[in-house]
């Protein structure tokens, strides 16, 4: 990693202080600043509470499967920055990372400074028009009204299954989370929604009906294609995702249908990375309840050493108990952030009948695991994945320490 780079990724990430601020006021100065890239560029916009990643990435393969110039805007990345932003599946490079944030950091008022992901969110367009990107597909950070991606006019709108998360943020009920979602619907803009329960169903179709959008579920799973993630849900996820290429008046064939589901790659979504380890983000419990119903489709009936590890604004104990009917036991981490529950904290919402041990770091959950017979999973926290990738991506210490 070159000066330049650390320098500029260092600056970055300090403006995580200032926090989390949901608002397009501060985006909107800096994009003004740069010239408006977003408004050189065709879109498909998502948000939602899970899949939505997954979503993003079946939409990027199959574009770019059909020749299309294709950028993919995602977050949180898993080991590098660069992740959050690619063309064509390829990560922005340090250079232009560099630069990028070089031209933006003179162009921020102190009095309005934008945060983190207001940054990366500039910092993706302006790249993104450089290029001469053909098609965004743009991942909502956090809710969709107020989030930083939402000043883009895109040729369809994403909403994947909403449920309970960011609770602090976006309200306390489904109804309150669903219209801050639905937030990201335009005037006349197509709308592509999948599954969602009763109460959402009321908000959405009440938003989309007041902009004169066009509006349609996603109910049916792709069954006659393979897709290249494991687990049914995926099939639906995969859906969701031809549905909105084709509201986009995307063109494709076949071929980029098959291709593209087949080959889709997303790394931390019930990978598996060796013949021991599966790494899954679910960071709420209803991601949970699908991980546990994918390790049995995928696994079998037997049970897990779990590495847990989460974000103290996370429903930790939801999340527990929907994990514990998979657990042989549970090896509770520490993760770096500073929202991270400690391990103390998260045993605390532990059930007694389940073996459970506190440990001092991740590398460490990670070589005691290889000590127990059973499969790994590793799960709560994309952050938490990253950490594992990143160990694992190191070299083999951890394989060969805990084998000894």
């Not at 909403?162 to 309200?171: E, P, R, S, T, V």
């Not at 669903?178 to 197509?190: R, Y």
């Not at 500073?338 to 070589?367: M, N």
Request: hydrophobic share 45%; with cysteine; aromatic share 6%.
């Amino acid at each position: 990693m070159n000066a330049a780079y650390s320098a500029a990724i260092d600056w970055l990430f300090k403006t995580q202080y200032r926090g989390i601020k949901l608002g397009l006021d501060n985006v909107r100065f800096l994009l003004a600043a740069l010239g408006e890239p977003q408004n050189d560029l065709q879109f498909i916009h998502v948000a939602g509470t899970n899949g939505k990643g997954s979503v993003c990435a079946m939409i990027d393969s199959v574009c770019r499967t059909s020749g299309i110039k294709t950028g993919l805007f995602t977050s949180p990345h898993l080991v590098r920055f660069n992740e959050r932003i690619q063309i064509n599946g390829v990560p922005i490079k340090d250079a232009e990372v560099v630069g990028g944030l070089q031209r933006i950091s003179a162009l921020i008022d102190q009095d309005r400074h934008p945060t983190f992901f207001e940054i990366t969110t500039a910092l993706a367009f302006d790249y993104f028009r450089s290029q001469g990107v053909e098609l965004v597909v743009l991942e909502t950070g956090l809710g969709g009204r107020l989030d930083a991606t939402n000043v883009v006019n895109p040729l369809v709108s994403v909403l994947t299954s909403i449920d309970m998360d960011h609770q602090k943020w976006l309200g306390h009920t489904l109804r309150e989370i669903a219209t801050e979602k639905a937030g990201i619907i335009k005037e006349g803009v197509p709308v592509v929604s999948g599954p969602q329960f009763s109460e959402v169903r009321q908000v959405l179709e009440q938003i989309a009906s007041e902009h004169s959008a066009p509006f349609s579920y996603t109910e049916m799973p792709i069954d006659c294609l393979f897709v290249g993630l494991a687990g049914s849900h995926q099939r639906l996820n995969a859906a969701i995702a031809v549905d909105a290429i084709r509201k986009a008046a995307i063109q494709t064939d076949s071929r980029a249908l098959k291709e593209g589901l087949a080959n889709v790659y997303w790394p931390g979504r019930f990978q598996r990375v060796d013949a021991r380890i599966i790494l899954d983000g679910a960071h709420n419990p209803s991601a949970a309840k699908r991980v546990v119903e994918t390790w049995r489709e995928c696994v079998g009936p037997q049970r897990a050493t779990i590495i847990f590890g989460g974000l103290s604004d996370k429903d930790l104990q939801g999340m527990i108990a929907r994990l514990s009917a998979l657990a042989a036991r549970f090896l509770i981490v520490p993760i770096r952030s500073q929202r991270a529950a400690s391990p103390a904290d998260i045993a605390s919402f532990l059930p007694q009948h389940v073996p459970a041990i506190q440990c001092a770091s991740a590398e460490q959950g990670l070589k005691l695991a290889y000590r127990f017979d059973e499969q790994i999973l590793v799960t709560g926290s994309l952050f938490l994945v990253g950490e594992i990738l990143a160990l694992l991506d190191s070299g083999e210490s951890v394989l060969q320490t805990s084998s000894q």
